[in-house]
């Protein structure tokens, strides 16, 4: 495969296709996450580290509308995000996994694809009832393209068995394609390594390079395991009680005082 | 090999096999239930007398009314108990319109004309009005839905049965006379004459096997097509996983109202069926909650979203209590036996998710490995 298009020398630049400035939301008297900001530029993959609790999963909420945010200014491309919907924001370009696996399970693994792809070219009542030559089109290209994404992803020979019986890795990758087939500029990915053993987290760090380059995707990635993210992660941002505590290429967070202690929660002076 | 993604270069050659659309196509399967209807209206009274006749009526109806509840309750997963509430608005609804109706235009509230005779045209014309009106109720219902969750939505539905039940209590009495209907002047027809508690007596009685089960043709080929389409999968997705669903771009507030809207309209539909139906007389009572239980009960037994479980379970649960009419009073707790032992054995209902061919269709293995260098 190629090497990654963009290079962590354009991270600066002021065309980021994801600009988030300054985003924040408070729980009660709980500050999940205070003035968080990022720029993801085209193509960019990103890393989003931190300890349990750090408010990781609560970024990924703020950026997909599932939480509003109380203040900051999310900017994807050249449109504003910050207030809308989570289906507007997927239809606006940015997708996501979960930590916790969530599929359709009672659907089969073609429909879970299908659903995703279905957002931008949805048929109406009418057309649906009276099974028109539109619908049909429509429905054949669903399919089309959900079996061509199974395929890359090899899952294809699984595309109608339902998507609870699936293994536990599948399960996992079929998140990432659904998550794909809506189109994405952006992919959030939550944890994709949890559970996997060595040589499947080897396989998969290689995969997220291959999905960024092949599907033209920017990438944040949330993950736990170190030596995956500071092998593929241009950039990375360490949060701690909601705050980024650092950014910077692989190399600086690795030696970064505030990042050690944060996760060994020592003082600085025991470095 | 789990964890995975060696991104095949190739592109995919072969195409899978594209089912083209045809306008006459798609019209084949409501023909052939309107034909089915029309023999059935024709020749099913000769064969098994006027009273098995009548509870085949009352099937068909049954069947329209757990079919369409399913579309909330099975697919969409909005957990619905007010949907005699919205047979009986319709039911009410096309009562008057035909009752009424038939006074203004011939003077007489009886039957007019025969088989597709004018006075029927009326009457399936009142019939979708009904239909038409109980889906706006259905929007106002549906809107609390976007809020409101489990068994605090289902409260919100029962409660949208019991207002209707109150408020067709307080209605006036009928209007008998054609000549008083013609004097009458706007005071008399506030608050509408329907009869209040006893029931709207008097309404022309046209529901026939052929009106009920083209009606019941329709509901099941729409009920069908929706779930197989984007639309019904986007519903499924809302009942398996709102917050997947939100992520994955569907409109979960759109698909939750529209569901509400579809299952009221043919909800109401039935109703007018049932309030034009011989030995009927629809009343106040027919909102209440023990009406919209027995439809539920339907949906969980035949399972979510399986419209065939649940037509299945719309006929056993309407047949059963017409065959045992001398037990009738134990009818309530054979319910109660049958759900216990239902959760006990199979919590998933009769067929579960599945449509009744699933059984004997063996399950496909694999839908096609195109590529000979995709290796597992």
């Not at chain 1, 609790?53 to 109380?70: E, I, M, S």
């Not at chain 1, 999310?74 to 924001?89: A, F, M, V």
């Not at chain 2, 083209?214 to 999968?233: D, F, H, P, Q």
Request: aromatic share 8%; net charge neutral.
């Amino acid at each position: 495969m190629s090497p990654p298009a963009t290079t962590s020398s354009a991270v600066q630049s002021a065309d980021a296709l994801l600009d988030v400035d300054q985003i924040g939301i408070s729980f009660g008297g709980l500050k999940a996450v205070q003035n968080f900001s990022l720029k993801l530029p085209r193509s960019g993959l990103f890393g989003l580290i931190g300890p349990n609790g750090a408010g990781k999963t609560t970024v990924f909420n703020l950026l997909t509308g599932v939480y509003r945010p109380d203040c900051g200014q999310i900017r994807l491309g050249s449109t504003q995000l910050g207030r809308g919907k989570p289906h507007e924001i997927t239809a606006a370009g940015i997708a996501r996994t979960f930590q916790n696996i969530r599929l359709f399970p009672n659907l089969t693994v073609l429909d879970n694809v299908r659903l995703a792809g279905q957002l931008r070219n949805s048929r109406g009542l009418l057309d649906t009832v009276l099974r028109t030559r539109g619908y049909h089109q429509e429905e054949n290209g669903l399919r089309e393209k959900a079996l061509n994404l199974l395929e890359i992803f090899e899952l294809q020979d699984r595309a109608e068995e339902l998507a609870s019986n699936l293994s536990y890795g599948h399960q996992r990758k079929l998140e990432i394609i659904r998550a794909l087939a809506t189109d994405p500029k952006v992919l959030l990915l939550d944890e994709p390594a949890a559970g996997l053993n060595p040589q499947e987290k080897r396989m998969l760090a290689h995969s997220i390079q291959q999905i960024r380059d092949r599907f033209q995707v920017a990438v944040l990635l949330i993950e736990h395991d170190m030596p995956l993210v500071m092998e593929i992660c241009e950039r990375i941002v360490v949060l701690d009680h909601g705050v980024t505590i650092c950014e910077g290429v692989p190399s600086e967070i690795q030696n970064d005082p505030r990042v050690i202690a944060a996760y060994l929660g020592g003082g600085l002076e025991e470095n | 090999m789990v964890g995975t993604v060696s991104l095949s270069t190739k592109n995919r050659e072969q195409k899978s096999e594209l089912r083209t659309g045809n306008a006459l196509l798609g019209l084949l399967p409501i023909a052939a239930g309107l034909g089915i209807a029309t023999l059935m209206h024709f020749f099913l009274p000769g064969l098994i007398g006027q009273f098995y006749a009548r509870i085949v009526t009352d099937i068909g109806i049954t069947i329209v009314l757990a079919v369409s509840l399913n579309i909330v309750n099975g697919m969409t997963g909005q957990f619905s108990i007010g949907h005699a509430g919205f047979m009986t608005l319709g039911g009410y609804t096309a009562a008057t319109i035909t009752y009424y109706g038939s006074m203004f235009l011939w003077d007489s509230a009886g039957k007019h004309g025969g088989f597709l005779g004018s006075g029927e045209w009326l009457f399936i014309a009142s019939c979708v009005a009904g239909g038409l009106f109980a889906a706006f109720a259905g929007y106002i219902v549906g809107l609390p839905s976007l809020r409101l969750r489990g068994d605090y939505l289902a409260i919100v539905t029962l409660g949208f049965g019991e207002i209707v039940r109150v408020i067709l209590q307080q209605t006036g009495k009928t209007i008998d006379d054609v000549e008083d209907f013609k004097n009458a002047g706007w005071a008399q027809l506030i608050p509408p004459p329907v009869g209040g508690a006893v029931g709207f007596d008097g309404v022309p009685k046209y529901t026939n096997l052929f009106w009920v089960y083209a009606v019941l043709t329709i509901t099941i080929v729409v009920a069908y097509r929706l779930k197989g389409s984007s639309l019904g999968r986007a519903m499924i997705s809302v009942r398996e996983d709102e917050i997947a669903a939100q992520a994955m771009g569907v409109n979960i507030s759109r698909q939750k109202v529209l569901a509400f809207v579809m299952a009221a309209f043919f909800a109401g539909v039935a109703g007018g069926l049932f309030a034009h139906e011989r030995g009927v007389i629809i009343s106040p009572k027919d909102a209440g909650f023990q009406r919209s239980f027995d439809y539920v009960i339907m949906t969980v037994l035949g399972g979510r979203g399986s419209i065939t479980g649940v037509t299945l379970a719309a006929v056993l649960l309407t047949a059963l209590p017409e065959m045992l009419r001398d037990f009738e009073q134990y009818r309530l707790i054979v319910y109660a036996l049958l759900l216990i032992f239902m959760m006990l054995v199979r919590p998933q209902g009769l067929l579960g998710i599945h449509e009744i061919w699933n059984f004997w269709q063996r399950p496909k293995s694999s839908v096609k490995s195109a590529s000979p260098e995709a290796q597992v």
